[in-house]
């Protein structure tokens, strides 16, 4: 029953307008459209649509050519001229002569890569059209005008056109800057040994460094991700416990003054948070006033070293993350709790379910279910919660000649790689194994959850 649903959902979706179609059942102006784009949209009345089609083709040959074909050429090589002085016999001076830029070639080639990717994709794009429009043909139906598949764009095509920009941004702003990271991981690119303007591939020997642990740099990768994911776990539980608490404290009917009480909350949700952060680093500082008021107390006889001292600086960002993370999960558990359908806790007392029963029967997994999505996400942005530590500690305190502090995260360290120290191949490959063990816990985590596996739960 189930093999003969999925067969009906691929049948419906299913079109005969492919690239194999085209090629091995479309006529010679569908089959000359693979080198020619868009003569059979114009064969077939679609002028403008052939012509946008031919101009695709027309520009990347142009691109190709003055340009595209000499960064690919280059990726092999990732340029070998060095900056030289030649002497100008007309002026009688000497000017320097502009050699390779690996960093540059290696863009421009994956951009020249993406771009042929996009090519690709309208050229199938081309000959699918075309195969549709001769086939219309055929069959004596109407064949759509440009103005006609404009105005589908924002009617039954609308999902498209909405969905165009986003996946474009995507696209820019995410998918190149990763495939111009992952090259960057298996190149020498680092102010080490002068390779800042031409570089080499080097393999997997920078991932042999990272995760060697015979190695200083290895040593530091695995204590940084110790402290990364204790962080993360500390982080994301008290966070979610705390806020779990507070909201159910305050939605229980003996607490009055409800509103009072969620505002008091979420009144460090209403002052940005760097702004909170920044005042909190100051407030623990040696001068701060924390440390002031102990001292004027009589509780403390010495600073307390809040951000010289290993352990104090770890406990001490846990703590204040709580106070920026617990109003946002007490907001979303309050609202929770106040979707909770009341046919399960009458039902419950009726079978004689005392307070404890109902919370951990009911109460619970209904929290459970509705935030475990939220709860893997704020895991993994907490794995990248750059803010936090870096304007409260900075990721002090530092080893003696170590290139990542005792509060560093990953990201922090993948930061201070690549904008103090202008180790670029490094701060690529950590940002690729973060990447790829976020997506991956992420994702097995998510399929785990009960809100994936039963989606119509407590309706």
Known sequence: MIGANKKKKVSEFATPYTVGNALTKGGATVKLSALVMGLANMAHKQIIKGLIFLAIEIAYIAYMVSAGAYYISMLPSLGWRKQEEVFNEQKQIYEYVAGDQSVLLLLYGVITIAIT???????CENLK??????????????????????????????HKTL????????????????????????????VKGDHLVLFDWTGFASFGQVLGLGGKLGKIFWRVLGWTICWAVFATFLCNFLGLILAIVINRKETHCK??????FVISIAVPQFVSLLVMRQMFQPQGAVNNLLLEWGWIDNPLPFWTNTMWARVSVILINCWVGIPYTMLQVTGVLQNVPSELYEAAKIDGANAAQIFFKITLPYIMFIMGPYIITQFTGNINNFNVIYLLSAGKPTPVGDSAGKTDLLVTWLYKLTIDNQEYNIGAVIGILTFVVLSIVALVTYRNTKSYKDEEGFM
């Not at 990717?117 to 050229?123: C, G, P």
């Not at 005008?145 to 105005?151: A, I, L, N, P, Y």
């Not at 986003?166 to 190149?187: D, E, R």
């Not at 509103?259 to 008091?264: S, Y």
């Open 129 to 158: 059209s075309g195969y549709k429009a001769e086939c219309l043909s055929k069959a004596g139906k109407e064949i759509n005008s440009f103005g006609k598949d404009v105005k589908d764009l924002f009617d039954k095509n609308l």
């Open 117 to 123: 990717v996009l090519f690709i994709y309208m050229w």
């Open 259 to 264: 509103a009072f009480w969620r505002t008091c």
């Open 163 to 190: 969905m165009f920009l986003p996946l474009m941004g995507i696209f820019i702003f995410t998918v190149l800057p990763l495939l111009f990271m992952i090259p960057m991981a298996f190149t020498n690119y680092s």
